[in-house]
């Protein structure tokens, strides 16, 4: 027996007043009723029944249930003109529930195929079922379609694909997919198309197919390969410049590598010139010197002490004791004068006694001559002996810096500091003096810095100025003991 608590089965519409009984009969079995469609049921009587039965046909309202009288002759000729079921009125209770359960079963697989119809019609892809022909018998955009062939949709060229597709999926009862042009329709459409088998009792009576339209998927994808075209051609072209650039750069680098070589042993021809210049003078400073002492001075002395030796024996006051005192005086003068020229070229402690001697005596000497304080102060550690080319060298530099410091600079103290540190001699000059301009300290016409400053280099040293204007000058020469020795990173004195 059906359950009276039940959901709904279906909402039925009556017709007609002599189709009552059976409205109960469908009202107890758990239907429901309405008075107007839409409904999942009409039920109508015998009388009328053919033109009811039209009706809801061609209005696609719900399918007819009829209520008749008439005999079972008269219920096939209903049947076949569309009723889904013939209930009589002398049906028992047994067989009207049987026939009310086939009728719900009906009604229920009417709902589901309603609802995948209204599904597959609001689907934004085109959706329809062919036959083993390959008739259309279903399609979700419009009716003209049906009857029609799926060839008639498709160029020529892709018949053979098609074809092969269809048997495919009749015959094996394969799923194929592949995309196809629309032959009826400017400018060309394109669809991917997706085809199933539709089975009846495991075998395929139908095949359902369903098109998406790619048309600007596929316009989107030749635009993107027309772009992709342009810009691969784009970084040809770009490669091809930037390979011609990269060749100018490394010929440039190769010609810059060329110029540096070429400068670097213009640099080391410099540095031995600069060294076998300043060796030649030094060289010629000492036998300038020599000469000097041995030869001019030698006879100014003897000149000197014959003058002498007439005034001692003219005695008294004449005048030619007067001129002889008179000439002794300027010999001796002269004398001095020759003396500090040895010195200035080549003075003789340098080599006796050392660098650490011969820069005290000079400052001494500068005192004496322009008033100026000159000072050295030499570590309490005892200078090692230097190789002659570095005393000279330092030697040099001091004796420029003391005198840059009394000529240019009208300083009134000047402060010259000699230390070992690290294997290397450190020579500090500082002045209390008027400073040195920014402009002055790299111009080539300082040749007194300039020649300090290639001194330092040519020993392998380090050489640092400090000017500050109006508050004096420091200058710094860092040598190393030994040529072959490589000076650290040193601050300054």
């Given at each position: 027996?059906?359950?009276?608590?039940?959901?709904?089965?279906?909402?039925?519409?009556?017709?007609?007043p002599?189709?009552?009984?059976?409205?109960?009969?469908?009202?107890?079995?758990?239907f429901c009723?309405?008075?107007?469609?839409?409904?999942?049921?009409?039920?109508?009587?015998?009388?009328?029944?053919?033109?009811?039965?039209?009706?809801?046909?061609?209005?696609?309202?719900?399918?007819?249930?009829v209520?008749?009288?008439?005999?079972?002759?008269r219920v096939?000729?209903?049947?076949?003109?569309?009723?889904?079921?013939?209930?009589?009125?002398?049906t028992?209770?047994?067989?009207?529930?049987?026939?009310?359960?086939?009728?719900?079963?009906?009604?229920?697989?009417?709902r589901?195929?309603?609802?995948?119809?209204?599904?597959?019609?609001?689907?934004?892809?085109?959706?329809?079922?062919?036959?083993?022909?390959?008739?259309?018998?279903?399609i979700?955009?419009?009716?003209?379609?049906?009857?029609?062939?799926?060839?008639?949709?498709v160029?020529?060229?892709?018949?053979?694909v098609?074809?092969?597709?269809?048997?495919?999926?009749?015959?094996?009862?394969?799923?194929?997919?592949?995309?196809?042009?629309?032959?009826?329709?400017?400018?060309?459409?394109?669809?991917?198309?997706?085809?199933?088998?539709?089975?009846?009792?495991?075998?395929?009576?139908m095949?359902?197919?369903?098109?998406?339209?790619?048309?600007?998927?596929?316009?989107?994808?030749?635009?993107?390969?027309?772009?992709?075209?342009e810009?691969?051609?784009?970084?040809?072209?770009?490669?091809?410049?930037?390979?011609?650039?990269?060749?100018?750069?490394?010929?440039?680098?190769?010609?810059?590598k060329?110029?540096?070589?070429?400068?670097?042993?213009?640099?080391?021809?410099?540095?031995?010139?600069?060294?076998?210049?300043?060796?030649?003078?030094?060289?010629?400073?000492?036998?300038?010197?020599?000469?000097?002492?041995?030869?001019?001075?030698?006879?100014?002395?003897?000149?000197?002490?014959?003058?002498?030796?007439?005034?001692?024996?003219?005695?008294?006051?004449?005048?030619?004791?007067?001129?002889a005192?008179?000439?002794?005086?300027?010999?001796?003068?002269?004398?001095?004068?020759?003396?500090?020229?040895?010195?200035?070229?080549?003075?003789?402690?340098?080599?006796?006694?050392?660098?650490?001697?011969?820069?005290?005596?000079?400052?001494?000497?500068l005192?004496?001559?322009?008033?100026?304080?000159?000072?050295?102060?030499?570590?309490?550690?005892?200078?090692?002996?230097?190789?002659?080319?570095?005393?000279?060298?330092?030697?040099?530099?001091?004796?420029?810096?003391?005198?840059?410091?009394?000529?240019?600079?009208q300083?009134?103290?000047v402060?010259?500091?000699?230390?070992?540190?690290?294997?290397?001699?450190v020579?500090?000059?500082?002045?209390?003096?008027?400073?040195?301009?920014?402009?002055?300290l790299?111009?080539?016409?300082?040749?007194?810095l300039?020649?300090?400053?290639?001194?330092?280099?040519?020993l392998?040293?380090?050489?640092?100025?400090?000017?500050?204007?109006?508050?004096?000058?420091?200058?710094?020469?860092?040598?190393?003991?030994?040529?072959?020795?490589?000076?650290?990173a040193?601050?300054?004195?």
């Open positions: 027996m059906l359950r009276k608590s039940a959901p709904p089965r279906a909402l039925v519409r009556i017709s007609r002599d189709a009552e009984v059976w409205l109960e009969r469908l009202r107890s079995a758990g009723t309405v008075d107007e469609l839409p409904a999942d049921l009409l039920l109508v009587a015998d009388e009328g029944a053919d033109a009811a039965i039209a009706e809801t046909s061609r209005s696609k309202h719900a399918p007819a249930v209520v008749a009288d008439a005999s079972a002759e096939e000729p209903l049947l076949r003109a569309g009723a889904w079921a013939v209930l009589e009125h002398g028992s209770e047994l067989r009207c529930e049987r026939r009310l359960e086939r009728l719900a079963r009906c009604v229920r697989q009417s589901e195929v309603e609802f995948l119809r209204r599904l597959v019609n609001a689907a934004p892809d085109v959706v329809f079922a062919a036959d083993r022909e390959h008739r259309i018998l279903y979700n955009t419009s009716d003209e379609y049906i009857g029609r062939s799926v060839f008639d949709f160029p020529p060229h892709h018949h053979t098609l074809a092969h597709s269809l048997e495919r999926v009749f015959e094996h009862g394969e799923e194929a997919s592949h995309i196809v042009a629309q032959a009826d329709i400017e400018p060309t459409v394109w669809w991917s198309t997706r085809l199933a088998p539709i089975t009846e009792h495991d075998e395929v009576t095949v359902a197919v369903v098109a998406r339209d790619i048309t600007e998927a596929m316009r989107v994808e030749r635009e993107l390969k027309a772009t992709k075209t810009l691969e051609q784009r970084v040809v072209e770009r490669t091809d410049e930037l390979m011609q650039i990269n060749a100018a750069l490394r010929a440039e680098i190769v010609e810059r060329r110029l540096e070589e070429e400068l670097r042993a213009v640099a080391s021809l410099k540095k031995i010139f600069a060294n076998t210049v300043i060796e030649a003078q030094e060289q010629e400073r000492k036998r300038v010197a020599r000469e000097l002492h041995d030869a001019i001075g030698q006879v100014l002395v003897a000149l000197k002490m014959d003058a002498d030796w007439i005034d001692d024996k003219l005695g008294g006051d004449s005048e030619l004791t007067t001129v005192r008179d000439l002794s005086g300027k010999l001796g003068h002269t004398i001095d004068a020759v003396r500090n020229v040895i010195r200035d070229l080549r003075p003789p402690m340098l080599d006796e006694l050392g660098v650490s001697s011969a820069l005290e005596a000079y400052a001494n000497q005192s004496r001559r322009t008033d100026v304080d000159c000072e050295l102060s030499v570590s309490a550690e005892e200078l090692p002996p230097l190789e002659p080319e570095t005393a000279t060298g330092v030697f040099r530099i001091g004796q420029e810096a003391l005198n840059n410091a009394v000529r240019h600079a300083a009134a103290r402060h010259l500091t000699l230390l070992t540190r690290d294997n290397t001699i020579l500090t000059v500082e002045d209390n003096g008027s400073g040195i301009p920014d402009d002055a790299e111009a080539r016409s300082s040749v007194g300039m020649g300090m400053r290639e001194r330092a280099s040519l392998r040293g380090r050489f640092t100025i400090t000017a500050r204007q109006g508050r004096g000058t420091t200058i710094c020469a860092q040598i190393p003991l030994r040529p072959g020795i490589t000076l650290p040193l601050a300054q004195a």
